[in-house]
């Protein structure tokens, strides 16, 4: 065998053994990853001590492998949520090319839904950018993911209605939301603003916790006759989106009713 084919099979079995530890929802011991990788102790041992020598690896005070201080390195010099638009930008043009209606990509941040990508309309009316609107959870599909899911709570006080539409009672929102569970996505029909509707899903993490939501906006009489086939889209589309998040091509495990709180989204 080559050098160069030798070299190379040697960097694909290190590469296994990061991906191994990145994806183990525990520290892996080095029984376990010698298992996993099948191959022989000394030469496991090696390419170990290699990879944490590179900072890819390296142990905890149990002695198991954990990513190392590069995967922290990255992550603190890069803008969380990078990551997350790039992957869902080909998802979400994907969409708006299918529906020709405004594709929003949002995540919960504190008490707020913060819009963090969009994808423009292809039809004159019914696009705007929705990047710098605040607008309450509970009248948007997006934030009413998050409310679903339990991403988000309601904030105290009286609720606001913006329309006649506008669901502000919460044990309707509560109802609501038992409804959005099982059917997979969330709806609103004029009620942030009469005349528009939207359609939204959740985007789950590596743990099945909804971090992000992502839906599409439009006109509600362009919308309103086809808004199960929209939310059935939507859904596939978020299941591809969570797998590429979660570095395979399984399908994503079911959302969880209570998910972690995320730190950054409209619609």
Known sequence: MSETATGTRALDRAADLVAAVVHADE??????????????KST????????ERSGLLERDAAGSYVAGRLFWLYAARHDPWEELVRLARPVMEQIGETTGETVH????????VVQVAQVDSTYLLGTRDWTEVDVPAHTSALGKVFLAWDALDLPPGDLERRTPATMADRADLRRDGVRIRERGWALTCDELELGLTGVAVPVLG???DVIAALGISGPT???EGRLDELGRHLLDQSTALSSLLRGSHAAPPRPAHRSTRTEEVVA
């Open 27 to 40: 520290p892996m011991t080095f029984a376990d990853l010698q298992d996993a990788s099948g191959l022989a």
């Open 44 to 51: 496991t041992s090696r390419m170990l001590t290699a990879l």
């Open 105 to 112: 990509l949002s995540i919960a941040r504190g008490d707020r």
């Open 206 to 208: 590596v743990r099945g």
């Open 221 to 223: 009489p362009r919308l």
